[in-house]
């Protein structure tokens, strides 16, 4: 990577390479599996089937919502 500064107008430039190395990255917050996988499974604290809430065997959450208590 390449930086220069502008003498005249302070305007700073980058060129070349500017992707940045994961492994590179320092001071890195610790990412749950779900929030690189995106995997139902993979969350703690999951909703659970109940009354008013079912969940398929592919994941897929339905609710049942009283149109009464909408209002």
Do not use: C, H
């Not at 302070?10 to 599996?33: E, M, R, Y």
């Not at 604290?45 to 959450?61: A, C, F, Q, T």
């Amino acid at each position: 990577m390449n930086i220069e500064i502008d003498q005249e107008t302070n305007v700073i430039s980058a060129s070349g390479d500017l992707a940045v190395q994961w492994d590179n990255i320092t001071n890195k917050p610790d990412f749950k599996p779900v929030a690189t996988s995106g995997d139902y499974n993979d969350l703690i604290n999951k909703l659970k089937p109940g009354k008013d809430v079912s969940i398929s065997e592919d994941n897929v959450i339905s609710i049942a919502i009283d149109s009464d208590s909408l209002e």
